[in-house]
C-alpha cells in the first residue's frame, strides 16, 4: 500500500513561508496529477493546487500568486510553497496523488499537516 508522507506544517506569522513537502513511500504507477488541499475547522476540503503528470499547474484564486506547487518525480515527492501567509490559510493541508490504471482510478491521500497562521 503506497503511503504518501507529509512535513514542513508548523505555526507562522502573517507574512510569513512555509514549505509543505510530500513523499510516496513508493513509487506510483498511472498519475495523473498531485496536489495540495485544504481543510478548516467547519469548511470542506478545496484544491489549493495540483500539478499534472504533464507538468501543468492549476491553483484555487485564493493562493494564485503567492502559493508555487512543483515536484521530484525521482524522488516521488511533490512540494507547495506558501509565501505571504495569511490567518485565513489556517487549515490541515493534505497531499493528494490521483492515478488511473487500466482505467480504473485510484486516489491516494497524505494524513494532513497543520498550518497555523497568527496574525
Known amino acids: 500500500q503506497v503511503q504518501l508522507v507529509e512535513s514542513g506544517g508548523g505555526l507562522v506569522q502573517a507574512g510569513g513561508s512555509l514549505r509543505l513537502s510530500c513523499k510516496a513511500s513508493?513509487?506510483?504507477?498511472?498519475?495523473?496529477?498531485m496536489g495540495w488541499y485544504r481543510q478548516a475547522p467547519g469548511k470542506q476540503r478545496e484544491l489549493v493546487a495540483n500539478i499534472t503528470s504533464g507538468g501543468s499547474t492549476n491553483y484555487a484564486d485564493f493562493v494564485k500568486g503567492r502559493f508555487t506547487i512543483s515536484r521530484a518525480n525521482a524522488e516521488n515527492t511533490v512540494y507547495l510553497q506558501m509565501n505571504s501567509l495569511k490567518p485565513e490559510d489556517t487549515a490541515v493541508y493534505y497531499c493528494n496523488v490521483a492515478a488511473r490504471r487500466f482505467e480504473v482510478p485510484y486516489d491516494y491521500w497524505g494524513q494532513g499537516t497543520q498550518v497555523t497562521v497568527s496574525s
Open positions: 513508493r513509487s506510483i504507477f498511472g498519475i495523473k496529477a
